[in-house]
């Protein structure tokens, strides 16, 4: 796996692709915004950890103009520790938002949680599913979702997300259980990175997202999925 750390501290820079090189990883580094970009545009970069407060153009530009063009996982590494500021990173796009100061054997994991992630997303006996009569499809080979024929572009963490969903429709799921199958761990929070995830995605398969059909909320209890895939369709 190739992976580009974007990380203006060189202290920090240094010590992260040690240990992830370590870990049998290609790691390219940079301390720009422009650079990163450029690197994106010029690499495979498979995975990209991403500082906020970096030299150029700010972390926040560089995660929205990323998601403008690929799906690929992208996790925040910032002294930004406001809840307001986790919410905002993965409504940019985030699959994952680590605070500073932070353990190497921390982000290491929830490199491989998305690394399981990504994997397991390839592992399906079914190709194909639809719902609704054909309005949403889901490609689990390419990782595409279509709304009434039309790509969206759902980051790893929130494609994750849905397929649990899907798989078990009406199925109720708690946030902690729901991070658990999707994360690899529980949220012992407050159960807002979920909620965020969530609401990220109905803005993106939902006709009306104030108003969902697909993924329903059973307030108290959790969230399910209320489609069972199309047969005959």
Not at 110 to 136: D, H, P, Q, V, W
Request: glycine content about 6%; aromatic content about 8%.
């Amino acid at each position: 796996m190739n992976i580009l750390i974007v990380e203006d501290d060189e202290s920090i820079c240094n010590i992260l692709q040690s240990y992830l090189v370590n870990e049998g990883w290609t790691v390219y580094t940079s301390e720009d915004g422009n650079d990163a970009l450029q690197k994106i545009h010029n690499f495979k970069i498979d995975l990209l950890i991403l500082d906020l407060m970096i030299h150029g153009i700010p972390g926040e530009e560089v995660c929205r103009k990323v998601r403008g063009t690929s799906s690929m996982p992208i996790i925040m590494i910032t002294s930004k520790a406001r809840e307001i500021d986790t919410i905002n990173g993965l409504n940019l796009g985030a699959d994952d938002y680590i605070t500073k100061p932070f353990r190497v054997k921390e982000v290491i994991a929830r490199i491989r949680a998305l690394e399981r992630r990504m994997n397991m997303l390839s592992i399906n006996s079914r190709t194909m599913m639809r719902f609704n009569k054909g309005r949403l499809q889901i490609n689990f080979e390419s990782k595409e979702v279509y709304v009434n024929g039309k790509l969206v572009n759902l980051t790893v963490t929130e494609f994750k997300v849905l397929s649990v969903l899907l798989k078990k429709p009406n199925k109720l799921y708690n946030r902690q259980d729901l991070s658990y199958e999707v994360q690899g761990y529980r949220d012992i929070g407050d159960g807002r990175t979920t909620d965020t995830h969530i609401k990220n995605i109905r803005k993106k398969i939902e006709e009306d997202h104030k108003n969902p059909v697909y993924i329903v909320t059973k307030i108290g209890a959790g969230y399910k999925f209320t489609f069972h895939p199309d047969e005959d369709y």
